[in-house]
């Protein structure tokens, strides 16, 4: 029952939080949330119905609450029409939360610390393989389940996910090498239309390229084909940014990758067999969750490994002091090559799975709008950090849903927090922390 | 995220190909260039000093060109229009410039006491960050407080066509360029002259030492960042008299690419942005005609919407053979993480 990190500055509310939650292990975590889920499933409609709520809360009462709230605005900026009952929804919705949510985490996470921490010490000693396989089919139950409740959430799982396996791939770049790179969102534009074209152009009838080449009741059995070919090619495109890279860092290399981004999307708008401007429609609906969930599992898996392997403490040396490290036998040249291909195949990766999910590409996706929300859960995140880049990614995906209802004010919300960010903590929430799986699943 | 509408683009449509359709087509290019030519002076000289790029600069462009647009009106109303105008259409155009750099130079110091200034010590990219963070909150509050929809503005000049041999230039056209020259010399001379130009640059020498000599780091900053608003506000107001709609979203486009042409000057180069901006410009209006030779020579059929790609690949190599842009020395940047 050790604390982990000692604290530097130990509020009472991280004292309170310390003593209900820290002795409970990640897979006492898991069964809570597993038993929270379930109970959402049994009893979360007939809960809202008796709490007066509209409808379920979808997305852990925030957009209940930001959607009273946005009616509130609105009734003081334009005069719109208000009704002050709707007030009562904020406290019910909390009320609905600490119910489903937060109580049974709790009780379960404390009944079952004792078991859990015990089968944790048991898993110790197995090989790493079996008790990850554990904890990730554990969180794939509760994703699912949760996910399961409504479309509109399965939807924003996916997409969030997807944007932890684009912020991590970015991370690897600006963080742990410390480039600024800004071609991001060019490298997914490149996965998602050759993996659309390997998955359109052999199996659906398009308008955009053509009838069907083959006629195949298990096409979908080469996805992960076409997802490795989007990743590939992306990789292909990075080396226009990773050979100018060993000339010249930091400024230039950020505009070498800004002026690859516009290439890529001006020629993926003047392509007109691609579908030019509109962009390709109709992508198999390959993205299911479980396909998702494994990629991003396996790409978050690889990225580890890669960074606290020999060659990514290179990026590290190569950020610091880029002569040092060749002085000390590092080869830069390799090093970073290595990481822009790494992340680029990665963000291709992603690419592929954004198109057979939305089901529709174009150019305009992935132009300067699509940068400024990669960095943003970047730099939110925190630098040089797997646990940052999966809190960036995140955090900014839900504020963006749970803020929608507020419209326009969103695009002042989200900009004037992430400036608080950045000035309060300049290089994000959680930086520089190493994420070791052995550790994070052990038993405490 | 918003998503960024079409800037106008310049004239399409072209009379047939002779030496005068050139000359037409460098005058355009001219007139085009001096947009980003201004526009990146404000990057270089925030890079010059503070070695970051403020990313809110094609923001304030925006937010120039709609202060522009409210004191036009402004005083087109106070002076009035037509005959009975107390001054002529070039004196209201001046006077409209030279107040509206005058108050968006107040933007600029603004996003830098709150956007730049508490991240002085932090990593660069979290300044680039904010920045960004910035453009959106203007972009967004431009929409939230003007509803979004494009906006006209009022034709301080009246348009006249001079024939000079086959070649048709408008006076809007001289003008522009010649301002934005005008402007562009008195920021040579104020920098290479002035007191306060001369800590400008001891300041961009070195940012460690000099302040330690009495040299005020916070006065220095808040400066360049109000001359680079101005200026992007003069820019605002002439490309409002070139192509008289404005769009919120209209600093995203030409100040990535104003951007672009700071980098490709050279770094903190005053030089080498005005060139390098007059050279993008260029090569963006000649892309087109270029095109059509090229499509009538080999009979080919290329569309002239390649432009960009044309543009940010001839950007590309150049880079890479001059990594350190066209006018710029070499130097080890660092990230300071």
């Known amino acids: 029952m050790k604390n982990r990190t000692p604290s530097t500055s130990p509020g009472e509310l991280q004292a309170a939080v310390r003593?209900?939650?820290?002795?409970?292990?990640?897979?006492?975590?898991?069964?809570?949330?597993?038993?929270?889920?379930?109970?959402?499933?049994?009893?979360?409609?007939?809960?809202?119905?008796?709490?007066?709520?509209?409808?379920?809360?979808?997305?852990?009462?925030?957009?209940?609450?930001?959607?009273?709230?946005?009616?509130?605005i609105n009734s003081v900026l334009r005069g719109?029409?208000?009704?002050?009952?709707?007030?009562?929804?904020?406290?019910?919705?909390?009320?609905?939360?600490?119910?489903?949510?937060?109580?049974?985490?709790?009780?379960?996470?404390?009944?079952?610390?004792?078991?859990?921490?015990?089968?944790?010490?048991?898993?110790?000693?197995?090989?790493?393989?079996?008790?990850?396989?554990?904890?990730?089919?554990?969180?794939?139950?509760?994703?699912?389940?949760?996910?399961?409740?409504?479309?509109?959430?399965?939807?924003?799982?996916?997409?969030?996910?997807?944007?932890?396996?684009?912020?991590?791939?970015?991370?690897?770049?600006?963080g742990y090498m410390g480039e600024f790179s800004c071609s991001h969102p060019g490298f997914m534009a490149i996965g998602a239309y050759v993996s659309s074209l390997f998955t359109v152009g052999l199996f659906i009838d398009s308008p955009v390229l053509g009838k069907a080449l083959v006629d195949s009741s298990i096409a979908y059995l080469t996805f992960p084909l076409a997802l490795l070919l989007g990743g590939i090619a992306a990789a292909a495109g990075a080396l226009l940014v990773a050979i100018p890279s060993f000339k010249t860092r930091g400024d230039y290399l950020a505009i070498i990758s800004l002026a690859f981004l516009f290439i890529v999307?001006?020629?993926?708008?003047?392509?007109?067999?691609?579908?030019?401007?509109?962009?390709?429609?109709?992508?198999?609906?390959?993205?299911?969750?479980?396909?998702?969930?494994?990629?991003?599992?396996?790409?978050?898996?690889?990225?580890?490994?890669?960074?606290?392997?020999?060659?990514?403490?290179?990026?590290n040396a190569v950020r610091d002091d880029e002569t040092a490290a060749e002085a000390m036998t590092v080869n830069t040249r390799k090093v970073k090559m290595t990481a822009f291909l790494f992340g680029a195949f990665w963000a291709g990766v992603a690419g592929g799975l954004v198109a057979h999910e939305l089901r529709y590409i174009n150019p305009a996706m992935f132009g300067i709008q699509k940068l400024a929300e990669?960095?943003?859960?970047?730099?939110?995140?925190?630098?040089?950090?797997?646990?940052?880049?999966?809190?960036?990614?995140?955090?900014?995906?839900?504020?963006?849903?749970?803020?929608?209802?507020?419209?326009?004010?969103?695009?002042?919300?989200?900009?004037?927090?992430?400036?608080?960010?950045?000035?309060?903590?300049?290089?994000?929430?959680?930086?520089?922390?190493?994420?070791?799986?052995?550790?994070?699943?052990g038993p405490k | 995220?918003?998503?960024?509408?079409?800037?106008?683009?310049?004239?399409?449509?072209?009379?047939?190909?002779?030496?005068?359709?050139?000359?037409?087509?460098?005058?355009?290019?001219?007139?085009?260039?001096?947009?980003?030519?201004?526009?990146?002076?404000?990057?270089?000289?925030?890079?010059?000093?503070?070695?970051?790029?403020?990313?809110?600069?094609?923001?304030?462009?925006?937010?120039?060109?709609?202060?522009?647009?409210?004191?036009?009106?402004?005083?087109?109303?106070?002076?009035?229009?037509?005959?009975?105008?107390?001054?002529?259409?070039?004196?209201?155009?001046?006077?409209?410039?030279?107040?509206?750099?005058?108050?968006?130079?107040?933007?600029?110091?603004?996003?830098?006491?709150?956007?730049?200034?508490?991240?002085?010590?932090?990593?660069?990219?979290?300044?680039?960050?904010?920045?960004?963070?910035?453009?959106?909150?203007?972009?967004?509050?431009?929409?939230?407080f003007l509803g979004g929809q494009r906006l006209h503005f009022p034709q301080l000049v009246q348009s006249q066509t001079y024939d000079i041999g086959g070649i048709f230039i408008t006076n809007k056209k001289i003008m522009i360029v010649l301002l934005s020259v005008g402007l562009m010399i008195a920021l040579h001379q104020f920098v290479a002259r002035s007191r306060w130009g001369m800590a400008m640059r001891a300041m961009a020498y070195d940012i460690v030492v000099v302040p330690l000599v009495g040299v005020p780091i916070n006065t220095i900053a808040a400066m360049t960042?109000?001359?680079?608003?101005?200026?992007?506000?003069?820019?605002?107001?002439?490309f409002g008299l070139a192509y008289p709609v404005l769009d919120p979203y209209m600093g995203v486009s030409l100040g990535w690419k104003a951007f672009v042409a700071a980098i490709l000057g050279g770094r903190g180069s005053i030089m080498g942005a005005c060139i390098a901006g007059f050279m993008l410009g260029f090569i963006e209006i000649m892309t087109v005609p270029a095109i059509q030779i090229m499509n009538r020579l080999f009979e080919l059929n290329i569309g002239s919407n390649l432009r960009d790609l044309i543009a940010y690949s001839i950007v590309l190599v150049i880079l890479v053979f001059r990594p350190h842009g066209l006018f710029g020395e070499a130097y080890s940047a660092r990230l300071r993480l």
């Open chain 1, 265 to 315: 999307k001006s020629l993926f708008e003047n392509i007109q067999g691609l579908g030019g401007a509109r962009g390709i429609a109709g992508q198999p609906p390959w993205s299911a969750l479980p396909v998702i969930f494994a990629v991003v599992v396996l790409g978050v898996w690889f990225t580890n490994n890669f960074v606290t392997s020999i060659l990514g403490k290179a990026l």
């Open chain 1, 80 to 174: 719109a029409g208000f009704h002050p009952a709707t007030l009562i929804q904020i406290p019910m919705t909390l009320i609905y939360v600490s119910l489903i949510y937060f109580v049974p985490l709790v009780v379960i996470g404390r009944l079952s610390a004792r078991a859990a921490n015990r089968a944790a010490r048991a898993m110790q000693d197995m090989p790493l393989l079996l008790p990850a396989l554990v904890h990730l089919g554990l969180m794939y139950a509760v994703l699912h389940i949760w996910a399961g409740a409504s479309d509109y959430r399965l939807v924003t799982l996916k997409l969030t996910l997807i944007a932890v396996l684009v912020t991590l791939s970015l991370n690897v770049i600006n």
């Open chain 2, 225 to 238: 960042f109000a001359i680079g608003s101005a200026l992007a506000a003069a820019a605002g107001i002439l």
């Open chain 2, 1 to 144: 995220m918003p998503f960024p509408a079409p800037f106008p683009l310049p004239p399409g449509e072209h009379p047939p190909m002779t030496l005068g359709f050139f000359i037409q087509n460098i005058i355009n290019a001219l007139q085009w260039g001096s947009f980003y030519a201004l526009i990146a002076l404000g990057y270089s000289m925030v890079y010059s000093i503070l070695m970051l790029f403020n990313f809110a600069h094609g923001d304030i462009f925006m937010v120039g060109a709609y202060i522009g647009l409210g004191v036009a009106i402004v005083l087109l109303k106070v002076v009035g229009t037509g005959a009975a105008a107390l001054m002529p259409g070039w004196a209201v155009l001046v006077v409209t410039i030279l107040i509206s750099m005058f108050l968006t130079a107040f933007v600029g110091i603004i996003v830098e006491r709150v956007g730049y200034r508490p991240l002085r010590h932090a990593p660069r990219a979290s300044a680039a960050i904010t920045g960004l963070m910035i453009g959106i909150i203007l972009e967004t509050s431009n929409v939230l």
């Open chain 1, 19 to 72: 003593t209900l939650f820290g002795p409970i292990p990640l897979l006492g975590f898991l069964l809570g949330f597993l038993v929270c889920v379930l109970l959402e499933r049994a009893l979360g409609e007939p809960l809202a119905h008796l709490l007066k709520l509209p409808k379920m809360p979808v997305l852990f009462g925030t957009l209940t609450i930001s959607k009273v709230l946005a009616g509130l």
């Open chain 1, 374 to 441: 990669v960095l943003a859960m970047v730099y939110f995140g925190g630098l040089n950090s797997v646990y940052g880049s999966i809190v960036g990614a995140v955090s900014i995906s839900i504020l963006g849903e749970a803020l929608r209802p507020l419209e326009i004010l969103k695009w002042i919300v989200i900009p004037l927090l992430l400036i608080l960010v950045m000035i309060f903590r300049p290089t994000g929430l959680i930086a520089f922390r190493d994420f070791d799986m052995r550790r994070a699943i």
